[in-house]
């Protein structure tokens, strides 16, 4: 689902044209994740839905995907209006 999107979201990965919410560091360190397993996450993944944002108005969606070992990660992701993409929250699954 929506290729147009998870390509350029992997782009982002590997041009390093994201950040990471402050709620997203603190759930990737609950999860004992590494920043280098969300963006294994991104890069090997697939989008399984997309939300809006109730705030915002504009669309995250939620990559599945997996970590450097191979276990299944959840991203979930947005494109800012700056163009960045903003990792809003992880977890292992």
């Known amino acids: 689902m929506y290729p147009r999107i998870l390509?350029?979201?992997r782009?982002?990965?590997r041009n390093r044209q994201y950040v990471m919410t402050i709620h997203a560091e603190e759930e990737m360190?609950?999860?004992?994740?590494s920043i280098f397993d969300?963006?294994?996450g991104v890069l090997t993944?697939?989008?399984?839905e997309r939300q809006k944002d109730q705030d915002t108005g504009e669309w995250k969606y939620v990559i599945e995907g997996q970590?450097?070992?191979g276990d299944n990660i959840?991203?979930?992701?947005k494109i800012s209006l700056t163009e960045k993409?903003?990792?809003?929250?992880?977890?292992r699954e």
């Open 67 to 69: 970590t450097l070992a």
């Open 29 to 33: 360190d609950d999860d004992n994740l």
């Open 74 to 77: 959840a991203v979930v992701a």
């Open 85 to 91: 993409m903003v990792i809003v929250t992880v977890w």
């Open 38 to 40: 969300v963006e294994s």
């Open 45 to 48: 993944g697939s989008i399984r």
């Open 7 to 9: 390509k350029q979201m």
């Open 11 to 13: 782009e982002k990965i």
